[in-house]
Nanobody
Framework: QVQLVESGGGLVQAGGSLRLSCVVSGRTFSDYNMGWFRQAPGKGREFVAAIRRSGSNTYADSVEGRFTISRDNAKDTVYLQMNSLKPEDTAVYSC????????????????????WGQGTQVTVSS
C-alpha cells in the first residue's frame, strides 16, 4: 500500500510564497520518481514539476523560474517551493508517485504516475 499526503496549501497574496510537502508511506520512497500536478476550477489537471530518483528536475513552462521541486529521501518527503505566486496559480495541488517511466513516456503525462495524494488547496489573491 502506497499513500501520499500533501500539506502546506493556503491563501497567499500575489507575489508571495508557499511550500507544499508530500509525505509518502508504504514503499521505499527513494524507489519512486515524484511529480506535482494542479487542477484549477473548471479545468483539467496539469503538470507542474517532477523530480527523478536521481534528483534531476523537470518543470512546466508556466512555473519555470518560480517553483522548485526537491526531495528528502530520509524523510520520505517531496517538496514544492512556490515563489512569486500569481492568481493563475490558484488550484488544488496533488503529488504523485511513479514506479518507473516507460519507454515513450514523459514526466508531464499524468497517466504515467501510479499513486496520487488527495490534494491541497492553494489560493492566490490579486
Amino acid at each position: 500500500q502506497v499513500q501520499l499526503v500533501e500539506s502546506g496549501g493556503g491563501l497567499v497574496q500575489a507575489g508571495g510564497s508557499l511550500r507544499l510537502s508530500c509525505v509518502v508511506s508504504g514503499r521505499t520512497f527513494s524507489d519512486y520518481n515524484m511529480g506535482w500536478f494542479r487542477q484549477a476550477p473548471g479545468k483539467g489537471r496539469e503538470f507542474v514539476a517532477a523530480i527523478r530518483r536521481s534528483g534531476s528536475n523537470t518543470y512546466a513552462d508556466s512555473v519555470e523560474g518560480r517553483f522548485t521541486i526537491s526531495r528528502d529521501n530520509a524523510k520520505d518527503t517531496v517538496y514544492l517551493q512556490m515563489n512569486s505566486l500569481k492568481p493563475e496559480d490558484t488550484a488544488v495541488y496533488s503529488c504523485a508517485a511513479q514506479r518507473r517511466l516507460r519507454a515513450g513516456g514523459r514526466f508531464d503525462m499524468e497517466g504515467t504516475y501510479d499513486y496520487w495524494g488527495q490534494g491541497t488547496q492553494v489560493t492566490v489573491s490579486s
